[in-house]
């Protein structure tokens, strides 16, 4: 087992068994929260692997107990003027960068998944989840729009489950994200990991370039989440987050009170 210390992550770590990549997002204390340094991070980790020949797969999975719970609201909060919208275009290209990897991609789940942590498992090939894991769209519930990862739910639950379950922010079961198509696989009687780790052993069997041909084709043949989709998606993102709708949302947020959403009805 080897660990890639070519670039000194600071909130991941990549580990290099035989053809397989694990990359490990690394801010436990945070939920594994997506920031500014997380994004970049995982972006040059995901163009490095996909470049290097000898890896076959690549699993993402989250150090603690929460996969990923989303955006990190202390930098969503931080922001402004022209960085938001930087921000949400980078997002939108890891998802992208994600979604598009010629290797095989699986991502292991389990705690609590909010929102971009949602977008970030649902790009990849396989998911596979814990028993107890909670999932939630809370957007909405702070103002805000899940606009980058909205291309790649909708793929994977179709427009109108996902429309339900982003205006209602409800939190649901890891039974229920299988039932609709956001989960493949669900560790019942074994850890996560392990589910993962039969899962690789089976894509091990196939051909290499055979296997390579398959994302080609497949990447090339469903609705690609193209430029156009990329810019107008992260373009909703930006708009959410300079709105002082989302300013009131993230402030009750950490207030620990309900947003007076009152003021904003009539604006329309």
């Known amino acids: ?57 690549i699993v993402l999975s989250g150090e603690g107990r929460h996969f990923c719970t989303g955006a990190d609201l202390t930098w969503v909060q931080a922001g ?7 921000e949400s275009l980078a997002l939108a290209n890891l998802f992208r960068t994600i979604a598009t990897s010629s290797k095989a991609t699986i991502a292991t789940v389990q705690g609590s998944v909010y929102g971009g942590g949602i977008g970030l498992f649902a790009t990849n090939d396989f998911v596979v989840a814990s028993r107890e894991a909670i999932f939630a769209f809370r957007d909405a519930r702070l103002g805000l729009v899940p ?65 390579l041909a398959i994302k080609e084709m497949i990447n090339t043949l469903r609705p690609p989440v193209d430029e156009f989709t990329r810019d107008y998606s992260a373009g909703v993102l930006t708009r959410a987050r300079g709105s002082a709708e989302a300013a009131e949302g993230i402030n009750a947020f950490f207030e620990k009170r309900r947003p007076d959403w009152t003021k904003f009805t009539n604006q329309r």
Do not use: C
Request: hydrophobic share 40%; net charge positive; glycine share 8%.
């Open 147 to 211: 606009g980058t990862i909205a291309p790649y739910i909708v793929r994977r639950t179709g427009a109108g489950k996902a429309l339900q379950l982003m205006l209602t922010g409800r939190r649901f079961p890891t039974l229920e994200a299988w039932q609709i198509g956001l989960v493949d696989e669900v560790a019942r009687n074994v850890m996560p990991h392990e589910k993962t780790n039969q899962l690789t052993e089976k894509i091990l069997f196939g051909g290499p370039e055979a296997q």
């Open 80 to 86: 402004k003027g022209k960085d938001i919208e930087e």
């Open 1 to 57: 087992m080897t660990t890639n210390n070519t670039t000194p992550y600071r909130s991941l770590q990549i580990v290099i068994k035989g053809s397989i990549a694990s990359i490990i997002l690394s801010r436990p204390e945070k939920g594994n929260a997506l920031d500014e340094m997380l994004i970049k991070e995982l972006t040059l980790a995901y163009d490095r692997l996909n470049a290097n020949p000898s890896i076959r797969i």
